[in-house]
């Protein structure tokens, strides 16, 4: 998750991972019934790498 090629802090990518979520929320609360499984597997991938990248923060300072 870099964008345009400059570096970003463990920090800065969960604000964005949080920042996709609530997208994300706001996005199913909206969408038909029919479109909400993709939009919660997407939200599960996110919420996956933010997880991930917690993780690691805790476990390297």
């Given at each position: 998750?870099?964008?345009?090629?400059?570096?970003?802090?463990?920090?800065?990518?969960v604000?964005e991972?949080?920042?996709?979520?609530?997208e994300?929320?706001?996005?199913?609360?909206?969408a038909?019934?029919?479109f909400q499984?993709s939009?919660?597997?997407?939200?599960?991938q996110?919420?996956a790498?933010?997880?991930?990248?917690?993780?690691?923060?805790?476990?390297?300072?």
């Amino acid at each position: 998750m870099m964008l345009a090629g400059s570096l970003r802090t463990r920090r800065d990518l969960v604000a964005e991972c949080d920042r996709q979520l609530a997208e994300l929320e706001q996005e199913r609360a909206k969408a038909p019934t029919a479109f909400q499984p993709s939009i919660d597997r997407e939200a599960a991938q996110v919420r996956a790498v933010k997880d991930a990248i917690e993780r690691d923060m805790e476990e390297r300072p």
